[in-house]
């Protein structure tokens, strides 16, 4: 039965990394954050635009140390037949997290956004999973930089098992507790290699 399980959960990682491709963010299976280590940031709160005017985040509080993410592409590219599209947003639960004086946010997908699927048999087969930024705050403008899965890639294959991980489709896939993921970013918050420049954004309102 274990087995059975763990090629369920190979499969359903499977389908979300060809959904991630685009983003090149690196999955993990447990939060990197929980309530009860999350910080709060007041200033966080609100509409952020892309220095592209092309995606938006928007920051809402949820619960105590918690936000609501809606990631809108305003335009994407259509994956069947590659003509541009009108996006739609993306709902997140978010954790912020600060680890050796960096500011961290793990994204997890809002159970709104599963209600909202229309197949109950892809939605099965859809794993939610976790991603990590490193996040600066200054003022109106906000820099968001994903935990690059090429830099990561290399120091596993150069140093061996860094952190749990399972290797997938060539994408690695963390597998870690919250607290060895914890002990992976306090070991490498500092790496510019790890988070490299990120995306800018403007505070809208």
């Known amino acids: ?3 059975d399980t763990m090629h369920l959960l190979r499969l359903s990682l499977l389908m979300g990394l060809g959904l ?3 983003g090149c963010l690196v999955m993990s299976l447990h939060p990197f954050f929980t309530d009860n280590d999350a910080v709060f940031e007041k200033g966080l709160v609100g509409t ?4 592209t005017g092309k995606t938006t985040l928007t920051f809402k509080q949820f619960g105590a140390n918690a936000y609501r993410v809606t990631y809108l592409q305003h335009e994407i590219s259509s994956h069947t037949s590659g003509k541009k599209e009108q996006g739609e947003p993306g709902e997140f639960e978010a954790h912020l997290g600060r680890i050796g004086g960096a500011l961290f946010i793990d994204l997890y997908p809002d159970k709104d956004s599963w209600n ?5 048999l892809l939605a099965i087969h859809l794993a939610p999973t976790h991603t990590i930024s490193k996040v600066t705050l200054e003022g109106d403008k906000l820099t968001v930089a994903g935990l690059d899965p090429d830099w990561l890639k290399d120091l596993i294959a150069g140093n061996g098992p860094i952190v749990a991980h399972e290797k997938l489709e060539g994408a690695i896939v963390l597998t870690a507790s919250t607290e060895g993921l914890q002990g992976f970013l306090k070991k ?7 988070f490299p420049e990120g995306e800018e954004f403007q505070r809208q309102n």
């Open 20 to 22: 991630l491709c685009a």
């Open 1 to 3: 039965m274990k087995g």
């Open 188 to 194: 490498y918050a500092g790496e510019p290699k790890a």
């Open 116 to 120: 909202r699927l229309k197949n109950d």
């Open 48 to 51: 952020w635009v892309h220095a």
